[in-house]
């Protein structure tokens, strides 16, 4: 019987798979309208997330209907004191909350996301509780978030799960908004600053591009989580832990090329003839809510059988900006 499964599952993987090479760590591809899995590696490893965590902070601050036209003064402790990151927003501005919100999630500001937490109803402690709804309320049962910018390696999640938080982010006018403006000027103390996407591919030359955002903290690599539209197909990306941006554009090249059925993909730099690759099945079962069954993937780098944790089926259904 296992030895029929195994063939099965074989035979499915070699119809269907297209090699996929990839430079990070983790990664997760998921059709929006159906939630079927396009493409998957590690998608289960729990692991540090760095500032994609600001799409959660944005989410609870905009749940909280707190007045965006209201200014908030960046204070001396929303300065970075852990890793010492610098920031373009200095000390003693007064910033309307859109403004601040806007830096958190375009230009990735972690003192911006800090002063977000702490003028939230309740404070920090506020903050935390919220975000802790939130995580239960999306089912990321494999995430944990401590604080609102990304910089403590204890803010961990899962490619599964972060996901999820996409989708719900998708639904989110402003946020898609912000995290597609290639550049923005912001009033700083009666000055207009200019600030830039920290996504490259924004704006760029023939990316759709319905949601973004990136990530970055020694511990965390180079992360990024996009929705995009390819060949009149629409996709959510969860990349985590490559070791540079370059490999993690690159990673973004070959996930295009893939969900637009090119054949040749984008080749990543690499160290050895031993750089990890892996495969994606045109015959993944999606997710689902209300799973009862246990799937079956072929592990990457090995033929051994590897039992799929149950998930919730994820539909992703990014607003994108009227071009």
Request: aromatic share 4%; hydrophobic share 40%.
């Amino acid at each position: 019987m296992l030895k029929k499964l195994f063939a099965t599952v074989l035979m499915s993987f070699s119809a269907a798979a297209f090699a996929v090479p990839f430079g990070s760590q983790s990664v997760l591809v998921v059709e929006d309208d159906t939630g079927k899995i396009l493409l998957e590696k590690n998608a289960d490893r729990v692991v540090p997330i760095a500032s994609l965590t600001k799409l959660m902070t944005a989410m609870v601050v905009l749940d909280a209907k707190q007045d965006m036209d209201e200014l908030i003064e960046i204070d001396r402790s929303d300065v970075d004191t852990f890793k010492h990151s610098s920031s373009r927003v200095p000390v003693g501005a007064l910033i309307s909350r859109r403004d601040v919100l806007q830096l958190a999630l375009m230009s990735s500001d972690n003192r911006a996301a800090a002063a977000l937490a702490r003028t939230f109803p309740g404070g920090t402690d506020g903050f935390k509780a919220a975000v802790k709804r939130k995580i239960s309320a999306l089912g990321m049962t494999q995430t944990v978030i401590e604080e609102p910018t990304g910089l403590s390696p204890r803010n961990r999640s899962t490619a599964g799960d972060l996901v999820k938080m996409a989708a719900a982010s998708s639904k989110y006018a402003v946020i898609t908004n912000m995290t597609t403006d290639s550049k923005n000027l912001i009033n700083i103390n009666g000055r207009e600053v200019e600030y830039r996407n920290t996504n490259r591919l924004v704006g760029a030359k023939g990316w759709d591009i319905g949601l973004s955002k990136t990530g970055y903290t020694s511990e965390a690599g180079r992360c990024l989580i996009m929705n995009i539209t390819a060949a009149g197909k629409n996709a959510t990306m969860v990349l985590l832990n490559a070791g540079a941006s370059s490999a993690r554009i690159l990673d973004a090249l070959n996930v295009r090329r893939f969900i637009a059925g090119e054949q040749a993909p984008v080749r990543v730099a690499k160290a050895s003839n031993r750089a990890p690759r892996f495969k994606a099945a045109s015959k993944r079962g999606s997710i689902k809510a209300s799973a009862n069954r246990a799937g079956i993937k072929a592990s990457a780098g090995n033929a051994k059988l590897k039992t799929v944790k149950k998930r919730g089926k994820v539909k992703v259904t990014p607003k994108r900006r009227k071009k």
